[in-house]
C-alpha cells in the first residue's frame, strides 16, 4: 500500500468552486479500483491550502486512476483554480509506532 499526500494551494476566490468539486466527486475517488481511502485536509491558520490524503493498494493503482480519462476530467478543473503549482508525494509507512 502506497499514501499519497497532495498539496493544493486555491487563489481565495475560487476555495467554494474546489470544496464543491471535491464534495461532487469524492465518492467516485474513493470508489475507483485501488483506492482504500480518502480524506481532504485544510492547513490549520488558512482557508485556502488543502491537502489529500489517499491510500492506494499500489504504485500502479494509482498511476492507473491518474491516467484515467476521469481523473484527467477532475485534475483539469482543480489545477485551473491553483494560486501555486500543486506538489504531490507518495509514500510508504516505515515503521509501524506502539
Known amino acids: 500500500m ?4 497532495v498539496k493544493m494551494v486555491f487563489r481565495p476566490e475560487c476555495v467554494t468552486d474546489f470544496t464543491a468539486l471535491f464534495e ?4 467516485l475517488i474513493r470508489n475507483f ?3 482504500r481511502h480518502l480524506q481532504l485536509w485544510r ?3 488558512t482557508q485556502n491550502v ?9 504504485e500502479s493503482a494509482l498511476d492507473h486512476y491518474r491516467f484515467s480519462a476521469f481523473f484527467k476530467d477532475t485534475w483539469g478543473k482543480t489545477k ?3 494560486l501555486e503549482k500543486a506538489e504531490a508525494w507518495s509514500v510508504i509507512q516505515e515503521h509501524i509506532l506502539d
Open 50 to 58: 488543502f491537502f489529500t490524503y489517499s491510500h492506494w493498494d499500489s
Open 24 to 27: 461532487e466527486r469524492k465518492a
Open 33 to 35: 479500483e485501488g483506492c
Open 80 to 82: 485551473a483554480l491553483f
Open 43 to 45: 492547513q490549520e491558520g
Open 2 to 5: 502506497i499514501v499519497r499526500v
